[in-house]
């Protein structure tokens, strides 16, 4: 007989003496159960308020919906991260850790009871219409999000790619809501892209941490230096990068380190205990890196950031990062739906707890843009002179090249800045 039969029937008293039943039942079986008594009082509440709802709200109610709230409210009110997951939802997390699902690209968390934006992802609707870290998310279609819980805001703005929603969002620099609609698209993220900087030195930009990123970071290793020989230093971008499966950011350290510990895990219970340390062959052969890091670098991404930064075989640059260093894991139910609870800390090399604390990045490096400034009237030179000489070479002086260091500036600061300090480790080094 279903649950929803059962409870139908039973006054508060019944059902207590089954709640307790099986939580006995299952803390005989559980080999990690506390000796504590059941929170008796606890459980007659829940059955008393779940009484008064079948009696008195103003609509029948059906069971099922009513256990299944409760659930989510239990795993909502623990964390921002821990939620239930119901079939579709846990087919969704399958495909994205894969590296397609359907939505707008946005890696969301909860704050305040509001809907936060950690980072959107690479190419995605989300990236085009400018969402960015930080963003507070108050809307969704007109519909006020606050207090709805992250799982719920999250449904609502998914549907039918090809479909439009509109989002009311609150920046830090603006003074009212911002709406901005988006259309809704089959995501499909790549993970790594790669390309050379300057001559010999190399660019990798990670969004996001997917079962075969590890992979395509040796992959893409291997394609620069196809082009470019061997590399002299490297730029790894995490700029945005939400974090994603705890296994690619280890094999990604790993590409990098040639021996000690990536990260380690701690938590409650022995299981949730453990430490995952590198293995020989560094792809860069030693060569130089600089990683760039900022407000939307969480999770995976600050695994990796905190790996290179305590083994100082990276220089950390950027801001810092968003401060997620909690493990959550994937309890799969009988029914085809799943929990994702918190279990566990990060915890880098050197001991540092990730969680609300960050990565701080060992040269600051602020979000500006760089634009060519003009003196009043124009800026005069030699080549502006009538008459004026011509260079050695034939050529005016007035035609040279924007230097690339200077168009680099101007399209991505970070990245330039990164850039010359990859030039100066690398005199060092010589």
Do not use: C
């Amino acid at each position: 007989m279903r649950l929803s039969g059962l409870l139908q029937g039973l006054t508060a008293g019944v059902l207590v003496a089954l709640l307790i039943a099986n939580v006995q039942t299952v803390t005989a079986q559980s080999s990690a159960a506390s000796d504590d008594d059941l929170p008796l009082a606890e459980i007659q509440r829940f059955t008393e308020v779940y009484e008064r709802i079948q009696r008195d709200y103003v609509e029948s109610v059906d069971d099922e919906r009513l256990i299944r709230n409760a659930i989510r409210g239990m795993l909502s009110g623990l964390d921002p991260h821990s939620a239930y997951l119901d079939r579709d939802a846990y087919q969704r997390l399958q495909e994205g850790t894969r590296g397609e699902f359907g939505g707008l690209g946005i890696e969301v968390g909860s704050e305040d009871g509001l809907i936060k934006v950690i980072a959107p992802i690479d190419g995605t609707p989300a990236d085009a219409a400018d969402i960015r870290p930080g963003d507070l998310i108050m809307r969704v279609n007109g519909e006020s999000v606050k207090g709805l819980g992250l799982q719920a805001a999250v449904e609502r703005m998914r549907g039918e790619p090809g479909s439009e929603v509109t989002l009311g969002i609150l920046r830090d620099d603006a003074e009212t809501t911002i709406e901005v609609t988006l259309e809704r698209a089959v995501i499909q993220v790549d993970s790594v892209r790669a390309r050379v900087l300057e001559s010999s030195f190399g660019y990798l930009r990670v969004s996001q941490f997917q079962s075969r990123t590890g992979e395509d970071v040796l992959e893409a290793i291997d394609g620069l230096r196809d082009q470019a020989g061997p590399l002299d230093g490297l730029v790894l971008d995490l700029r945005n990068n939400p974090g994603g499966v705890l296994d690619a950011a280890v094999a990604v350290s790993d590409a990098f380190l040639s021996r000690g510990e990536i990260v380690s895990t701690s938590g409650r219970v022995a299981r949730s205990r453990d430490a995952f340390t590198a293995t020989p062959n560094d792809a860069l052969n030693g060569a130089p890196m600089v990683v760039l890091v900022n407000a939307g670098s969480a999770s995976a991404a600050e695994i990796v950031a905190g790996a290179l930064q305590d083994h100082q075989r990276a220089v950390i640059m950027g801001e810092a990062t968003f401060g997620k260093g909690s493990v959550q894991t994937i309890l799969p139910l009988r029914d085809g739906a799943a929990v994702k609870l918190t279990t566990a800390r990060y915890y880098t090399p050197g001991g540092r707890s990730i969680q609300a604390e960050g990565i701080q990045p060992d040269v600051e490096v602020a979000n500006l843009q760089v634009r060519d400034a003009e003196a009043p009237g124009g800026t005069l030179r030699e080549s502006d002179l009538p008459r004026h000489l011509l260079g050695d070479g034939g050529g005016d002086a007035g035609d040279a090249e924007e230097p690339p260091e200077s168009a680099l500036a101007t399209r991505d600061y970070a990245l330039a800045e990164a850039l010359n300090l990859l030039k100066g480790l690398t005199i060092l080094g010589d």
